[in-house]
């Protein structure tokens, strides 16, 4: 019975980060809104220990952020924090390239699946369905990464909390427009890695984040 009990609370802890995700999403939370476990918990008609386990793991994967005496928000970004996680992302992304080409002579990639995530995007793209261009990009990035074949170099990805392109999305309103060249760049690291050149990938992938500079305009 216990090991039912533990179970069941571990798939409604996975339950409640999809749901504050998909609210995110949708922009029915916003930066800085504050998460309250009791209501989300009542608002759900769970226990507050599967949601107090999902916003754990939403902490941990920097979707969330809490602090003494303020309670848990939605997280933002500063300029800093976005250009950061670009430089850490980027060497693990390369890394994940040259491993899975060099060591396991791209056994694990997926070239077919790869352009699939980029014909995908663009069809999102041209139907202004930016939430599943988003998890078609995330796919990509996700396939290259366990290409690597590396238990803990895709633990460190993960780690990292892959979701800057829903703080973009929902955070930024002017970036859709930055969308379409989103494709443009996908399709470029496509043919590097389809081409099997390592260090064009790692100079494109770098390339392809969206600039911090129109993300973060200087005020005047």
């Known amino acids: 019975m216990e090991t039912k009990n533990l179970l069941k609370r571990r798939v409604l802890r996975d339950d409640v980060a999809e749901y504050l995700m998909e609210s995110i999403l949708k922009g029915d939370l916003n930066p800085g809104d504050k998460i309250i476990e009791s209501k989300l918990a009542r608002e759900l008609s769970i226990s507050q220990g599967?949601?107090?386990?999902?916003?754990?793991?939403?902490?941990a994967q920097g979707v969330l952020e809490t602090?003494?005496?303020?309670?848990?928000?939605i997280r933002t970004l500063t300029k800093e924090q976005l250009n950061d996680y670009y430089d850490v992302r980027t060497?693990?992304?390369?890394?994940?390239?040259?491993?899975?080409?060099?060591?396991h002579e791209?056994?694990?990639?997926?070239?077919?699946?790869?352009?699939s995530c980029v014909d995908n995007m663009k069809i999102c793209v041209?139907?202004?369905?930016?939430?599943?261009?988003?998890?078609?990009?995330?796919?990509?990035?996700?396939?290259?990464?366990?290409?690597?074949h590396s238990e803990s170099l895709e633990k460190a990805w993960n780690s990292l909390g892959n979701y800057y392109w829903t703080?973009?999305?929902?955070?930024?309103?002017?970036?859709?427009?930055?969308?379409?060249a989103q494709v443009v760049k996908h399709q470029?690291?496509?043919?590097?890695?389809?081409?099997?050149?390592?260090?064009?990938?790692?100079?494109c992938v770098r390339g392809h984040y969206f600039d911090t500079d129109?993300?973060?305009p200087e005020k005047k």
């Open 91 to 103: 060497e693990i992304e390369a890394l994940a390239v040259r491993w899975s080409i060099i060591k």
């Open 167 to 180: 703080y973009i999305a929902v955070y930024y309103d002017h970036a859709a427009s930055l969308l379409q």
């Open 50 to 59: 599967a949601v107090r386990e999902a916003i754990r793991d939403l902490i």
């Open 106 to 115: 791209s056994k694990y990639l997926d070239l077919a699946f790869l352009k």
């Open 67 to 73: 602090e003494p005496y303020k309670g848990t928000r």
């Open 214 to 216: 129109q993300l973060f």
């Open 126 to 148: 041209d139907n202004n369905d930016s939430k599943n261009m988003r998890k078609h990009d995330m796919a990509f990035h996700l396939a290259i990464v366990q290409a690597a």
């Open 188 to 203: 470029t690291m496509y043919e590097a890695i389809a081409a099997a050149d390592i260090n064009a990938y790692a100079n």
